[in-house]
């Protein structure tokens, strides 16, 4: 009985466009989460890149920490637990693009 109550609750929640924004498929709300490898190697690289500022290493750090962006945010859109993740990823990837086109 319980667990038909829970489901019932979920398939309420699931109705909502606030809940589809910022709950997962479990009802959990997800706005942050515990960083991914490619958010990780961003990080990592750019803290790098600050450190080593001219040079091949600091051309090959930019190189990684674009790419390990460009891949969470990839990511982000197309695997996001929900609405809100899944914008983030675009408007990262957007802000990428503008930023190395300009």
Not at 53 to 70: E, H, M, P, R
């Amino acid at each position: 009985m319980f667990q038909f109550i829970q489901e019932l609750q979920l398939k309420m929640m699931e109705n909502t466009l606030i809940d589809k924004t910022f709950r997962d498929s479990d009802g959990n709300v997800v706005i942050a989460q515990m960083p991914n490898p490619p958010l990780i190697v961003w990080v990592v690289a750019t803290l790098l890149s600050l450190v080593f500022t001219t040079g091949k290493i600091n051309t090959v750090l930019d190189v990684v920490s674009t790419g390990s962006l460009f891949t969470w945010a990839w990511l982000e859109l197309f695997q996001g637990v929900n609405y809100f993740r899944r914008s983030l990823g675009l408007v990262v990837l957007i802000g990428l693009i503008a930023s190395k086109v300009i």
